[in-house]
């Protein structure tokens, strides 16, 4: 008998290490999600007019995806405004210009989540706590306002007809609500929110995040078998106020979203999220 119980607890022993080992690789993979990012040597802004800013930087893609992205806006309609909000060192990583942290270790445990925000018109994608893609939106108007709660991405198209004017061509889009139709896409940036409820993005950025994310896997024509990417839209935009951006010129930290808003915007829906991170986990495993 004694042989037999030292072959079960060596059996046993090895089970654990194993269990063990494969735990420690699961975290080590969550390490490496890791991005290196230029840092400016100061980040400060000032007020500069368009013309003449266009007239020495028009030719710097660089320089302007960055302060395209600083005053949410796309590339013809800024050059119709008279002054933007200009960095004073533009030698920086374009998420240092912006408002989400790069880490957020309450997030760690959750492999990809997209965060839009009202007040500051930006997005942010996290892996496994790592910000990976970031750059400005411009939501719902007043009269069509985003709606703000967690959702999940569905189905996706690189290109497709809005249901509220068939004249409107979207190209990289990603539903998130299925029966109010509202997802990101990308779409003309003015400057602030003046969309029927969706999320616009810059081209560039609507097609990572269309990769990026992933879609829903249908059951059947009525039922869901797995959700797609978390994405929670937060926070309420100061309408009739002027831009939020242009406070960075006296106050460059004024619309620093911190950890700890990040936390407080996702806890309640954690055990969601991480539920249905499980499911597609195991349903993807049986693959």
């Known amino acids: 008998m004694k042989p037999k119980l030292f072959i079960l607890s060596a059996l046993v022993c090895s089970v654990l290490l194993s269990c063990?080992?494969?735990?420690?690789?699961?975290?080590?993979?969550?390490?490496?999600?890791?991005?290196?990012?230029?840092?400016?040597?100061?980040?400060?802004?000032?007020?500069?007019?368009?013309?003449?800013?266009?007239?020495?930087?028009?030719?710097?893609?660089?320089?302007?995806?960055?302060?395209?992205?600083?005053?949410?806006?796309?590339?013809?309609?800024?050059?119709?405004?008279?002054?933007?909000?200009?960095?004073?060192?533009?030698?920086?990583?374009?998420?240092?210009?912006?408002?989400?942290?790069?880490?957020?270790?309450?997030?760690?445990?959750?492999?990809?989540?997209?965060?839009?925000?009202?007040?500051?018109?930006?997005?942010?994608?996290?892996?496994?706590?790592?910000?990976?893609y970031t750059g400005p939106t411009n939501m719902g108007r007043e009269k069509d306002k985003t709606p703000t709660e967690l959702f999940f991405t569905n189905w996706k198209a690189e290109e497709t007809t809005s249901t509220f004017n068939d004249e409107w061509d979207l190209k990289w889009n990603f539903n998130?609500?299925?029966?109010?139709?509202?997802?990101?896409?990308?779409?003309?940036?003015?400057?602030?929110?003046?969309?029927?409820?969706c999320l616009r993005l810059q081209e560039s950025d609507a097609k990572k995040l269309y990769t990026w994310a992933d879609e829903w896997v249908l059951q059947d024509d009525k039922n869901v078998k797995v959700k797609g990417t978390p994405v929670i839209v937060f926070g309420a935009y100061p309408f009739g106020q002027p831009k939020p951006w242009y406070q960075l010129v006296s106050s460059p930290n004024s619309l620093e979203i911190s950890k700890s808003d990040i936390e407080k915007e996702t806890q309640s829906h954690m055990n969601t999220i991480l539920k249905e991170q499980k499911n597609r986990e195991t349903v993807q495993g049986k693959k």
């Open 20 to 132: 063990k080992e494969n735990n420690k690789t699961v975290k080590e993979e969550k390490k490496e999600v890791k991005i290196e990012r230029k840092k400016p040597n100061t980040i400060t802004y000032h007020f500069e007019k368009t013309k003449s800013w266009l007239e020495k930087s028009a030719n710097d893609s660089t320089q302007f995806q960055i302060v395209s992205a600083i005053n949410r806006i796309d590339a013809q309609n800024l050059k119709k405004l008279d002054s933007i909000v200009v960095p004073n060192d533009t030698k920086g990583d374009i998420a240092h210009y912006l408002p989400f942290p790069l880490q957020v270790p309450y997030l760690e445990d959750i492999s990809k989540i997209i965060y839009f925000s009202y007040p500051t018109q930006t997005f942010g994608a996290y892996e496994y706590g790592e910000l990976v």
């Open 176 to 197: 998130i609500e299925n029966k109010l139709g509202v997802g990101w896409h990308q779409y003309e940036l003015p400057g602030y929110p003046a969309s029927h409820s």
